[in-house]
Each structure stands twice: as C-alpha cells, then as structure tokens.
C-alpha cells in the first residue's frame, strides 16, 4: 500500500482548502451583493481585531489540516501494517494446510483439504486467494494408484479413502460457484485447471470471470453436470478433451457471454454431451476441429437468440449433432467446412425466425441432415458449396419459391 511523502499530501490538502475557501467566499460576496470595496475608509479597532481574529483562525485551520493529514497517514500505516500482519496469519496457517495435505493419512488429508478451502474463504487479497484454490486443483492433478480391487483389501481401503479426500475437493469447488459472486465465500472470477478424469458436480453454478481448464483431460466412464449453470463471463475449456463412454451435462445452462470450448475435442462412442433446453444468447459454444465417432452432442430444444454454436472443420462420422425442437430468433449455427461421413446433424421440429444457419463447404458423404417437420418463417440458410444429398425435409420446411435467405449448393439444382 503506497503511501504520499508528507510534503505532497500537505501542498495537496492546502491548496483544497484554499480553493474551496475561495469558493465561498466568493459565494459569499455574491450573495450579499457587495459589488465593490471602499480603498478610502480608515483601518479602526474594530476591523484591527477582526483581522487579528482571522489571522488565528487561519493558523488554527493550518494546524487542523496538519493534524488531518498526519491522522491519514497513520490510518494507512495502520491498514498496511494490518495486512502486513493478515498475509503472515495467512501464509503460516497455509504452511500447516500444505504439510496436512502430504500426509500418509487420508484423514488428516482431508483435514488438510477443509483448511486450504478455509483460507481461500479468509484470504485478505484475490491473489492469495488463487493460490489456494491452485494447490487443490493440482493435488486433483496428480497421479494416483488405481483401486486394486477387494483381492487387496487393506490397499482397497486406502484407495476409497484417498478417493473421499479428491471427491471433497470436487465438492468444495462446485459449492463456492454455487454462491453469488461478492459474498464472501464465492470463488467465482478464479482460475480453476481441472484438467482430471472424474465425476464432477457444477449444478446451478455461475461463472462470471475467470478460466475453468479441462484442457487435455481423458474422461472415461465420467459425468460432469453443469446443469442450471450460467456463464455470463470468462471461459470454460474442454480444449483436446477425449470424452468416451461419459456424460458432459450443460442441460438448462445459460450462454449469454462467455465461451464454452470443446475445440479438437474427441467425443467418441457411446458419449453425450449434452446442451438439452440450454439458452444461448450471447458468447459462444465452440466445436471446431472436434471428432464425433459414435457420440452424440445434443442441442435438443434449446433456444438460440444471439451469440454462436459452432462446429466449423469438424468431423462427424456414427456420431449425431442434435438440434430438434430448437427455437432459432437470432445468433448463428455454423457448420461449414465440416464432414458428416455416417453420422448425422437433426433440425427437426425446429422453428426459424431469425438468425443463420451455415453448411457452405460442407461434404455429406453417408451422412445425413434433416429438416422434417421444421418451420421457417426467417432467418438464413447457407448450403452454398455444399456436396452430398439434399437435406430432407428442407424444401417443404422453406417453401416455394425459395426465399433468397435460403441459399442451396448449385450441385441440387434443380431439387425435384
């Protein structure tokens, strides 16, 4: 905390009080219309005294402002001093913390666990507050023996035990995004690198700042739930995720400006990720360069009215892109320069009243995408340079003639 040279703070505070003296009594004689100044009357006793009365009362402000200024100082010297005094608490009960979390005892690890979530909850700055939160996503990080099975059974035990100590992690972070941001105990606007492979609960959370990294992560037989979620901020990153047999759940979540990121993600057989009723109207749902082998990601009755879902340069191949029942009003889906080679990309049942929909450059070979049953009403439909089948179903969706938002790949032309 920087404080001002004496020297400054005075010049600074006597140059307030001259001005704002100044201004009153310029106020003064304004309001009491004195419009000049007698030069020829005699100085008598009486305005000597006054004079004399003013004089004292100007030394006595000085020093009132002198007093003043060293009373500020002090203050911040005071606040300095006490989180000078709050940082040190911190860093020895952090200290204890970390060497708790080291422990060959799965109970003192978890205690270990609480204390570090205590500190992150106490931490007098932001700063210290992250790195709390740092040292629990990286003992999430590290390595850990697999279960043995009940063949072993002492080693069973300790394997569910150290599981619990990972488990209470995973739940101390979904309760603090759960809290609203500014209460004492929310972390939102931290960093979280959860790049690990489990089951994780964020439930209702919100993220308004910040980074959430699943970067690289291998999920295998996993459920993440972000269901009621609303991300309004920052940015949550499956980058380079490998997503199999798993369940990644953004069911009801709210995208209205932050950036969801699967980019070079692999969702593979008998995986889901999941955007069911989910609403994006700002930032960005983002699937490009994404591998879709036998997954599904479902955008099933959501509502798009602004921002993006994008799967530009993706590859689906036995896997389904879900977007039956949505409501499209404004905001893009983009689907260009992808490949749908035997899998498939569902519009059905949709409704269209604004917003735009691109599949230019896009290659459907053994793949299928369909319209059935939508309604379009407006909106925008890019299919130029697309090669493969016609979508079913689009034409009886769009109508005839069709509109001039509604451009189809020269290769259909004409569409019986």
């Known amino acids: 905390m920087r404080l001002w040279k004496v020297g400054r703070a005075l010049g600074l505070a006597f140059a307030a009080a ?13 309001l009491l219309d004195f419009k000049e100044i ?29 007093a003043l200024v060293v009373a500020y100082r002090r203050q911040r010297v005071d606040e300095a001093g006490a989180h000078r005094e709050a940082t040190r608490l911190h860093t020895e009960r952090f200290s204890q913390a970390v060497d708790k979390l080291g422990s060959d005892s799965p109970a003192v690890r978890l205690g270990g666990v609480h204390a570090l979530a205590g500190l992150a909850d106490d931490a007098p700055d932001v ?9 629990l996503c990286a003992y999430l990080r590290l390595p850990h023996t697999p279960d043995p099975g009940t063949a072993e059974l002492e080693n069973h035990h300790l394997y569910l035990a150290l599981r619990e100590v990972r488990h209470t992690i995973l739940r101390l972070i979904g309760d ?24 994780m609960d964020f439930s209702d959370a919100r993220f ?33 995720a490998t997503i199999s047999d798993s369940r990644l759940l953004f069911n009801d979540a709210m995208i209205s400006d932050s950036t969801v990121l699967f980019n070079d993600a692999t969702i ?23 591998t879709i082998s036998g997954g599904s990601v479902y955008f099933g009755d959501s509502t798009i009215s602004g921002g993006s879902v994008y799967f530009g ?13 949505s ?66 179903g689009l034409l009886t969706a769009v109508g005839s003639p069709v509109p001039t938002t509604v451009i189809l790949s020269q290769a259909w032309a004409p569409i019986p």
């Open 313 to 325: 340069d993706s590859t689906i191949s036995r896997g389904t892109v879900y977007f039956s029942g």
């Open 18 to 30: 001259v001005l704002t003296s100044a201004g009153i009594f310029y106020g003064l004689v304004v």
């Open 268 to 290: 593979s057989e008998g995986s889901v990720v999941s955007f069911a009723h989910a609403t994006v109207s700002g930032g960005s749902a983002y699937f490009g360069d994404s």
């Open 327 to 392: 409501t499209f009003s404004g905001g893009s889906v983009y689907l260009g320069d992808s490949t749908i080679s035997g899998g498939a990309v569902d519009f059905g049942d949709s409704t269209f009243s604004g917003g735009a929909v691109y599949f230019n450059r896009t290659t459907i070979s053994g793949g299928t995408v369909s319209f059935g049953d939508t309604t379009f009403s407006g909106g925008t439909l890019d299919f130029s340079n697309t090669t493969g089948p016609a979508p079913t």
């Open 38 to 66: 007698d030069s020829t009357t005699k100085l008598d006793a009486q305005t000597l005294f006054d004079l004399v009365k003013l004089s004292f009362g100007v030394v006595a402000g000085a020093g009132a402002l002198v």
């Open 208 to 240: 308004t700042r910040g980074t959430v990294t699943f970067n690289g992560a291998s999920f295998s037989g996993s459920t993440v739930i972000f269901r009621d979620a609303t991300f309004s901020g920052g940015t949550v990153s499956f980058s380079g």
């Open 127 to 135: 700063n210290l507050r992250q790195t709390c939160i740092d040292v």
């Open 176 to 199: 603090h995004y759960r809290r609203p941001e500014g209460t004492r105990h929310s972390w939102q606007g931290c960093d979280l690198d959860l790049t690990i492979d489990g089951n």
